[in-house]
């Protein structure tokens, strides 16, 4: 019914740049939030960042600053341009749908980022 389809990952020098892209197909209700989490080998999955409809923004401390996120409405699509890339940002990053009158997620298939020192 929902199908979150990512793009961008790669491998990057320290201090290089990359675009994720995660476009959103299916029965996708207006009042929604879209995000970006991500998953190192060992961790806790953590929020990076999310986006509301509206454009309020949450960023995680730890990326504030290098990475931003937006997102295009009428293509249901959420973007995360990261820069000035660290190897501790190495992880799996997962694009969100979140349809906040019933927080039911939806989570796409990841993608490798890894950052080389």
């Known amino acids: 019914q929902v199908q979150l389809v990512e793009s961008g990952g790669g491998l990057v020098q320290a201090g290089g740049s990359l675009r994720l892209s995660c476009a959103a197909s299916?029965?996708?209700?207006?009042?929604?939030?879209m995000g970006w989490y991500r998953q190192a080998p060992g961790k806790q999955r953590e929020l990076v960042a999310d986006i509301t409809r509206t454009g309020t923004t949450n960023t995680a401390d730890s990326v504030k600053g290098r990475f931003t996120i937006s997102r295009d409405n009428a293509k249901n699509t959420v973007y995360l341009q990261m820069n000035s890339l660290k190897p501790e940002d190495t992880a799996v990053y997962y694009c969100?749908?979140?349809?906040?009158?019933?927080?039911?997620?939806?989570w796409g298939q990841g993608t490798q980022v890894t950052v080389s020192s």
């Open positions: 299916g029965r996708i209700f207006s009042t929604n939030t």
């Open positions: 969100n749908l979140n349809f906040r009158a019933w927080n039911i997620n939806y």
